[in-house]
């Protein structure tokens, strides 16, 4: 998918979701507050901490393209990381190249 397209669809839904995010906060809150469970409460104080101030919401988009055509070697440790996470995302685990590249960074 074309990076314009990706963004047009990710400025769709947000529009399309912005309804919801009231209801969504509500529920997480009721969650965090109101479950039996220990690990549902913890969840849900950090879908919330998370998206107040924790970490981004969304992390900063690296170009794959551009990193698939350099040299692991010449990767930063950041650059690394990312292809480390998007491949684990898409496969389930990091390739050991990539994991072996950042611990000896």
């Known amino acids: ?3 314009g397209t990706r963004a047009k669809g990710a400025a769709t839904l ?5 309804p919801y995010v009231s209801e969504a906060v509500e529920t997480l809150v009721d969650l965090m507050r109101g479950s ?3 690990a549902v ?5 950090k879908e919330i901490f998370d998206r107040v101030g924790g970490k981004p919401t969304a992390p900063a988009e690296v170009d794959i393209s551009v990193l ?3 040299k692991l070697s010449e990767l930063s440790s950041e650059e690394l990381k990312e292809l480390g ?5 898409a496969v389930g ?5 990539i994991e072996a590249d950042v611990e000896n960074d």
């Open 41 to 45: 409460r913890l969840a849900a104080a």
């Open 36 to 38: 039996r469970q220990d």
């Open 14 to 18: 947000r529009l399309e979701a912005s």
């Open 85 to 89: 996470q998007r491949y684990r995302d």
């Open 1 to 3: 998918m074309a990076d």
């Open 93 to 97: 685990s990091a390739p050991l190249q």
């Open 68 to 70: 698939l055509q350099r």
